[in-house]
């Protein structure tokens, strides 16, 4: 009977660990859910809405993906045997809510100063240009850009999903197929 006993602690003891590891498992699963989502710019099958502006479409970088910061701030806050938590955005990615939930961003009027510079030789003779240094400029004057709204459209990357649940079932099968 001691044998019994003992084979049977054994067993309860990998599902333990096993299930011990469960939210852990989860919140890998969803990570790589989510940031699949950023890399294939879609969810669950929907691609995101493309960029409209062709005249204005951005030189480098994909749509999400310019400079990585959305993709590298989707993180698991934490994972134990109680549950798990992952969060998306940061101090240097403030825009992250606003993609996945989609939002109208108002902006103010302002006042700025805008530099000029006028060629008097070269390729750009006679022509007056937006001036990137003010050391280079010609001269400078106040512009007033009044209030505007831009639209952000929804590109969700992380919500449940069936997908998401699938992928989970499968990890947690997979899993205690090893018992």
Known sequence: MDK??????????KYEDKIDKAPALVAETALEHFQNAIIKKQWDGTPYQPYKNKKREPSRGSLMMR?????????????????????????????????????????????????????????YKGKTLFAQNNEKATYSQRAQVGAYAVNM??????????????DIKRRFKNNFKTL
């Open 4 to 13: 019994f006993d003992n084979k049977l602690r054994a067993i309860f003891k």
């Open 67 to 123: 400079n990585g910061n959305l993709f590298r701030s989707v993180k698991i806050v934490y994972a134990n045997p109680t549950g798990a938590r992952l969060s998306a955005g940061s101090s240097k990615v403030p825009y992250a809510k606003v993609h996945n939930e989609g939002d109208t961003i108002q902006h103010q009027a302002r006042t700025s100063i805008v530099t000029h510079r006028s060629y008097t030789k070269g390729k």
């Open 153 to 166: 459209p929804k590109r969700t990357f992380m919500a449940k999903s069936p997908s998401l649940m699938t």
